[in-house]
């Protein structure tokens, strides 16, 4: 789309929204007690999974905040797919502990798990009353979101995904005022991540670039972040996961994840997160592994609508497209994708985790009920949709 396009858009206000400050590199971490301090916190909640903090690594930072004078409790409930219940666990123990900050640790489950937890401490109701599009009517608990993966970038978005455990649905929560106040990736803590939630946590940040750069709601500069995100990811992600000790590889995809997470912020996504969510609240996978799954599937029913986006992205991904028309070249990333998927171990399709066919179609009604397909650049029926989800088996 050309500037002019976006200009001629009638009715049209562009947001920009990200954290107020953002750090990044290899021991920036530290820097969470006097960032902490600046905002005022007295007594924090420290939200994060049972894995971080058996090793160790919640009490390292409640260590940090303590040698600035503020205390801390530990709140380790935040799951995969994090529910309205871990949300509420997490409530419960900010209120008990008198607690007035909040400082999330992990991947996107811990900081989605922390936001629930910050609206409802600071709002009130349900953690279901805030689903949709800036529900929230006051500013929400202070956070600092601390990252230790490179994918989600959870750290730094106004989105939280929780699950509704009556439906099985995930909640898309899109709230300007979840967005956190202070993002901190340093990409020490992501050596830590195993080859296959590298490789996961990777195709996430690209399925985010890919989404956002083919949005209806993109703008040139989601553009600019999205494009320098898929030509890192590209170059760097198979570094990362081969050599996980890899500090310029390991610092290359925090910046990639969070170009990707800044173009998606803004730009929103498509139908690939609006069908994943659905894989991940019945069956409870992995989100990045269902996202590179169906990504090349949604790029191929989405072609028609952004041929010239998409032949863009093959170069952005390493193809030399010289010479070639531009819907050859389109159909080269959608290729890109896939050898990129298979060369870092993700799997071949969806039937390898477990999904029936028989849940296609209530799945493909939810995602027509998800706020991510609204932005997606092609409409689709149904039957698309469940034709989508058959291709991705």
Same mark, same amino acid.
């Given at each position: 789309?050309?500037?002019?396009?976006?200009?001629q858009?009638?009715?049209?206000?562009?947001?920009?929204?990200?954290?107020?400050?953002?750090?990044?590199?290899?021991?920036?971490?530290?820097?969470?007690g006097?960032?902490?301090?600046?905002?005022?916190?007295?007594?924090?909640?420290?939200?994060?999974?049972?894995?971080?903090?058996?090793?160790?690594?919640?009490?390292?930072?409640?260590?940090?905040?303590?040698?600035?004078?503020?205390?801390?409790?530990?709140?380790?409930?935040?799951?995969?797919?994090?529910?309205?219940?871990?949300?509420h666990?997490?409530?419960?123990?900010?209120?008990?502990?008198?607690?007035?900050?909040?400082?999330?640790?992990?991947?996107g489950?811990?900081?989605?798990?922390?936001?629930?937890?910050?609206?409802?401490?600071?709002?009130?109701?349900?953690?279901?009353?805030?689903?949709?599009?800036?529900?929230?009517k006051?500013?929400?608990?202070?956070?600092?979101?601390?990252?230790?993966?490179?994918?989600?970038?959870?750290?730094?978005?106004?989105?939280?995904?929780?699950?509704?455990?009556?439906?099985?649905?995930?909640?898309?929560?899109?709230?300007?005022?979840?967005?956190?106040?202070?993002?901190?990736?340093?990409?020490?803590?992501?050596?830590?991540?195993?080859?296959?939630?590298?490789?996961?946590? $990777?195709?996430?940040? =690209?399925?985010?670039a890919?989404?956002?750069?083919v949005?209806? /709601?993109?703008?040139?500069?989601? #553009? *600019? +972040?999205?494009?320098?995100?898929?030509?890192?990811?590209?170059?760097?992600?198979?570094?990362?996961?081969?050599?996980?000790?890899?500090?310029?590889?390991?610092?290359?995809?925090c910046?990639?994840?969070?170009?990707?997470?800044m173009?998606?912020?803004?730009?929103?996504?498509?139908?690939?997160?609006?069908?994943?969510?659905?894989?991940?609240?019945?069956?409870?996978?992995?989100?990045?592994?269902?996202?590179?799954?169906?990504?090349?599937?949604?790029?191929?029913?989405?072609?028609?609508?952004?041929?010239?986006?998409?032949?863009?992205?093959?170069?952005?991904?390493?193809?030399?497209?010289?010479?070639?028309?531009?819907?050859?070249?389109?159909?080269?990333?959608?290729?890109?994708?896939?050898?990129?998927?298979?060369?870092?171990?993700?799997?071949? $399709?969806?039937?390898? =985790?477990?999904?029936?066919?028989a849940?296609?179609?209530?799945? /493909?009604?939810?995602?027509q009920? #998800? *706020? +991510?397909?609204?932005?997606?650049?092609?409409?689709?029926?149904?039957?698309?949709?469940?034709?989508?989800?058959?291709?991705a088996?």
């Amino acid at each position: 789309m050309s500037l002019l396009n976006y200009l001629q858009l009638a009715d049209r206000t562009d947001g920009f929204f990200i954290p107020s400050v953002t750090l990044v590199g290899p021991g920036c971490v530290k820097e969470v007690g006097p960032r902490a301090k600046m905002l005022g916190a007295k007594r924090a909640l420290i939200v994060t999974d049972a894995g971080l903090h058996k090793m160790g690594l919640s009490q390292e930072i409640a260590d940090l905040l303590r040698s600035e004078g503020i205390d801390s409790v530990i709140f380790a409930g935040a799951e995969p797919n994090p529910t309205d219940i871990n949300v509420h666990d997490g409530v419960k123990v900010y209120q008990k502990e008198k607690c007035d900050f909040i400082v999330s640790l992990g991947d996107g489950s811990s900081h989605d798990c922390a936001k629930g937890i910050g609206l409802v401490t600071a709002g009130g109701g349900h953690i279901r009353d805030y689903e949709g599009v800036d529900k929230s009517k006051v500013p929400m608990t202070p956070l600092i979101a601390i990252n230790t993966t490179a994918g989600t970038a959870s750290e730094m978005t106004r989105f939280c995904i929780i699950t509704n455990t009556d439906t099985h649905v995930k909640m898309a929560i899109v709230d300007w005022r979840c967005t956190p106040l202070v993002a901190i990736d340093d990409p020490r803590l992501t050596v830590k991540m195993p080859p296959a939630l590298t490789a996961a946590t $990777g195709m996430d940040a =690209l399925t985010h670039a890919v989404e956002a750069y083919v949005s209806t /709601a993109a703008t040139p500069i989601t #553009d *600019a +972040c999205a494009e320098k995100a898929i030509a890192l990811i590209g170059q760097w992600l198979p570094k990362a996961v081969a050599n996980g000790d890899w500090m310029e590889a390991r610092a290359a995809m925090c910046y990639a994840q969070y170009l990707a997470g800044m173009a998606f912020n803004n730009a929103s996504l498509g139908y690939v997160h609006a069908m994943a969510h659905q894989l991940g609240g019945f069956y409870n996978l992995p989100h990045g592994v269902c996202n590179a799954i169906l990504l090349p599937h949604v790029c191929q029913f989405n072609l028609i609508a952004a041929t010239e986006r998409y032949a863009r992205i093959a170069a952005l991904l390493g193809v030399e497209t010289l010479g070639m028309e531009m819907r050859e070249a389109a159909l080269a990333a959608i290729d890109a994708i896939k050898t990129l998927s298979s060369s870092i171990g993700i799997p071949r $399709g969806l039937s390898e =985790l477990g999904v029936k066919a028989a849940d296609h179609k209530v799945m /493909a009604e939810n995602a027509q009920k #998800d *706020a +991510c397909m609204l932005t997606n650049p092609r409409k689709a029926t149904l039957e698309q949709v469940i034709g989508i989800f058959e291709a991705a088996m």
